[in-house]
């Protein structure tokens, strides 16, 4: 619940701003957001109270997102716009990490 609050203002932002032909607000956005979540928060729960990373983080989460951030990077160098289909890639990735990790 508190994920799904936190990432709705961050895609009404990247849908009107990609409506209006803003194409770098949605994606620094984003990654802003992931490497803020990633570092930021982690690191400061971590500082307070250790985290133990199991098996399934460090073997499966943790080369995924390594994987989808690779992926990633071809198309943020180059001068092309990520299309409908390729976004759906991503939505479509994401959506099969969700039922892999159930």
């Given at each position: ?72 990077l071809?198309l ?6 990520l ?20």
């Amino acid at each position: 619940v508190i994920a799904l609050g936190t990432s709705l203002p961050e895609l009404a932002i990247g849908v009107v701003a990609s409506i209006k032909n803003q194409s770098e607000l949605p994606v620094g956005n984003t990654l802003g957001s992931n490497i803020f979540n990633s570092l930021g928060v982690i690191g400061v729960a971590a500082i307070i109270r250790p985290i133990p990373l199991g098996p399934e983080l460090r073997n499966f989460s943790l080369p995924m997102m390594l994987a989808a951030c690779m992926a990633f990077l071809p198309l943020a160098k180059s001068d092309k716009k990520l299309t409908r289909i390729e976004g759906l890639g991503f939505v479509v990735g994401y959506i099969v990490y969700l039922i892999v990790l159930q």
